[in-house]
């Protein structure tokens, strides 16, 4: 009995531990651990439990028991069988236990006098044999198959990364349109998934919830599952939305060139016309022209003169502001006095339309740090639109007012005022609300404009309130800094 416990303690708990280490290094066993420390470990457990088999012959059974003899054989035959069973990918951990645990059974039954014993040992060899054989043919077939499934998984590794870093969105959905493989791009874009929207092989354009464009491509697998592709257009979409917007402003720079061109051919002309024709008038020599209707000939060729010098100067003053090439020439200024200067300047266009002017400033209105011809510019462009487009019997009126550190002007009339939707086309240059060669008003358009580009060189701003048929103010509010401080020569 003490034998018998000491050969469990030295066989069967050694032989649990090293079945119970085979196998857990069989579970993760791969093409590197064939060679590894734990592998090596076990084989050492394996042999000592191979050893520990064997010796329970010489042990526990009577040197001439031949059916004990054959008994231990068969018992050590099925658990070398179990072994083999289960460490079939470590050939040499089943020859090794079979080496150990049979031969003693082997040779005691070789040594027996009766021939069944002799043909038991040699079956018992024959077995051993044949364990070895397919032990390790169990193994190349196991190593060919850890081959192919590493190989399977690193494919499927280089094949998930190169998905992952393809650059654009990739979705696999199965016949049943269930989502099954996905890339980073793919939950970037849809964040709660999307089910496909096409059965055949689809293309288009989507805009996302959070503004981006992308362009989606779907195409069907042999097996009836789909596979789509989602590309980020936000930048194609944004340069085409750019290159549309661009090529409306060519037409509309086209198209207000066009108009330009008619209007100013109009504008150049009837002046031009009127000094030509006045100028062959006063040239001929076959008829006689008095003093006084040469001198009324004289003041029209002059005053049309002055009219196509003030177009001319206006494109140029327009482009120099536009190019950027415009200094100002600042000083101090009386903005009453320039007023009165304006006013005069209009006084015969206003009476000839039978239109009142009024002036309404403070007696301690500050002075203004501005450019003295741009502010008369300013001035009569703003009274001459005014007194065009009011009807006779109306009145315009010239405000200044100092308000919270600002000097605001105001020029208002009773005039035919302006619909809402155009009082932007008004500051752009060579635009008018009538375009046509035929309106009621001539004009080159540039004279708003001018104000808008000169007040903003002083830092102003230019608003306008108006209505129609009911007239318009034009309000340009010049900034803190340009107003000077109010002292005695001020109000003097």
């Known amino acids: 009995m003490p034998l018998l416990i000491l050969w469990i303690l030295m066989v069967v708990l050694p032989s649990l531990y090293s079945l119970q280490k085979a196998l857990s290094i069989q579970k993760k066993l791969d093409l590197k651990m064939m060679k590894g420390r734990s592998l090596r470990s076990s084989l050492v457990f394996t042999l000592y439990m191979g050893a520990m088999w064997g010796c329970v012959d010489f042990l526990f059974v009577a040197p001439e028991n031949s059916f004990g003899h054959t008994f231990m054989a068969l018992v050590t035959m099925g658990l070398t069988t179990g072994v083999v069973a289960s460490l079939t990918p470590l050939p040499v951990h089943c020859i090794g236990f079979s080496m150990l645990a049979l031969p003693p059974s082997i040779i005691r039954l070789l040594a027996q006098p009766s021939m069944e014993s002799k043909a038991i040992g040699l079956l018992l060899i024959a077995f051993v044999l044949a364990l070895g054989y397919v032990a390790f043919r169990n193994h190349r077939t196991f190593l060919d198959s850890l081959r192919t499934k590493q190989a399977l998984k690193m494919a499927h590794t280089q094949l998930s990364d190169a998905i992952e870093n393809t650059g654009e969105a990739f979705a696999i959905y199965s016949a049943d349109g269930e989502l099954q493989l996905a890339n980073g791009q793919f939950r970037n874009f849809f964040p709660h998934g999307r089910m496909p929207e096409s059965e055949s092989v689809n293309a288009f354009i989507e805009q996302l919830s959070d503004g981006r464009w992308v362009q989606t491509m779907v195409r069907k697998t042999s097996r009836g599952g789909l596979v789509s592709t989602h590309a980020d257009i936000t930048a194609l979409k944004q340069q085409e939305m750019e290159l549309i917007s661009a090529r409306r402003q060519a037409e509309g720079a086209n198209h207000a060139k066009s108009q330009f061109l008619a209007v100013m051919s109009h504008e150049l002309r009837t002046p031009l016309n009127s000094i030509i024709g006045f100028a062959e008038l006063i040239s001929r020599t076959d008829m006689h022209i008095q003093t006084e209707t040469m001198r009324e000939y004289g003041a029209l060729i002059l005053e049309s003169g002055r009219h196509l010098l003030g177009l001319i100067s206006g494109i140029l003053d327009l482009s120099r502001i536009e190019a950027g090439r415009y200094e100002l020439h600042e000083e101090s200024i009386d903005l009453e006095f320039l007023a009165q200067s304006a006013v005069s300047q209009c ?85 008018q609300v009538d375009n046509t060669l035929s309106r009621e008003h001539p004009g080159s358009g540039l004279g708003l404009p001018l104000v808008k580009h000169l007040a903003e060189l002083h830092g102003a701003v230019v608003t306008l309130d108006s209505q129609l048929g009911k007239g318009s103010c034009f309000t340009v509010t010049f900034p803190k800094d340009r107003v000077m401080a109010l002292t005695e020569d001020n109000l003097s």
Not at 378 to 383: C, D, G, P, T
Not at 388 to 400: R, Y
Not at 404 to 431: M, P, Y
């Open 347 to 431: 006084r015969p266009m206003a009476e000839e339309a039978k239109v009142t002017i009024e002036i309404d400033a403070p007696s301690d209105l500050p002075h203004l740090w501005a450019e003295m011809r741009a502010m008369r510019q300013i001035l009569f462009n703003l009274l001459s639109n005014a007194i065009k487009f009011t009807p006779e019997d109306g009145k315009v009126t010239v405000t200044f007012q100092y308000l919270d550190g600002h000097i605001v002007t105001c020029v208002r009339d009773t005039g035919i005022g302006i619909d809402e939707k155009d009082q932007e086309l008004v500051f752009q240059a060579f635009q």
